[in-house]
């Protein structure tokens, strides 16, 4: 009964120490849990598996942790490499100087200046003439503004000169129109003046008929004809002073 007692002590003791966890296992039980093909399946079946070879529940655990730490690591360096691969020939760019900076400056400056010029040097000597047509010189231009000047004073002389002979020859029509209005109205007058004379020199007579006198009258109208003549006579001379005096 002692010795019975005895192994069931022993046995107690045994399942109440903790068993080390085999590293061989865990390492391979971690590859295992890591590997490409066992990663994505489900979490139940793999713990499954591994109690099934003879792991414990420590040594599951351990194997997880491992395969997690592994699988970090994995996504790591696969991430380096990808950065390496795109840029293998970055180097880090050198801190310039300042006096560096102004001889880049300056170099830029100069090719653009350069550029520039070439391009205007390009423009006036084959862009220009193409689209404008060949310039003239300064003097032949001059000349040709001079030219320019004289035929149009000259033209503007002839133009003033025709203007006054054209001025001229209207103010002699409208004078000789004038002169000879002038002349028909002194004409006019003249004539007027003549009928008017005429009429007061040359009064109208009525001439009477005659007519059979007896005898017995002849006499007294010998007298009366004697006496007309003398009045006549007398109107005459008056009317000849009237005219003398009027005019």
Avoid: C
């Avoid at 085999?22 to 490409?36: C, G, H, I, N, Y």
């Avoid at 006096?99 to 350069?114: E, F, L, M």
């Avoid at 320019?148 to 503007?156: A, E, F, M």
């Amino acid at each position: 009964m002692s010795n019975s007692e005895e192994v069931k002590e022993e046995s107690v003791i045994d399942s109440n120490i903790p068993i080390p966890p085999r590293e061989d296992l865990v390492k391979t039980a971690a590859r295992f849990l890591s590997s490409q093909n066992v990663l994505h399946s489900p979490m139940e079946s793999k713990v499954a598996f591994l109690k099934k070879k003879g792991l414990s529940d420590a040594e599951i655990d351990l194997a997880v942790k491992q395969s997690q730490v592994i699988i970090q690591s994995r996504s790591f360096e696969h991430s380096k490499n990808q950065t390496t691969v795109l840029q293998p020939y970055m180097t880090p760019w050198p801190v310039q100087s300042r006096w560096s900076k102004y001889r880049d400056v300056v170099d830029t400056i100069a090719i653009i200046g350069a550029l520039s010029y070439a391009v205007y040097w390009f423009y006036k000597k084959y862009l220009a003439p193409f689209l404008f047509g060949s310039k003239k010189s300064l003097d032949t231009r001059i000349s040709d503004l001079d030219q320019l000047i004289t035929t149009s004073v000259s033209d503007i002389k002839l133009d003033v000169v025709k203007i006054k002979e054209e001025v001229m020859k209207a103010s002699e029509k409208k004078i000789d129109s004038l002169n000879r209005q002038l002349e028909e109205l002194k004409n006019e007058l003249a004539s007027l003046k003549k009928i008017l004379l005429n009429r007061k020199q040359f009064p109208s007579t009525t001439v009477a008929t005659p007519l059979s006198i007896p005898a017995w009258q002849m006499a007294s109208s010998e007298e009366k004809e004697v006496e007309e003549e003398g009045v006549g006579s007398g109107t005459n001379g008056s009317d000849s002073s009237l005219e003398m005096i009027k005019e």
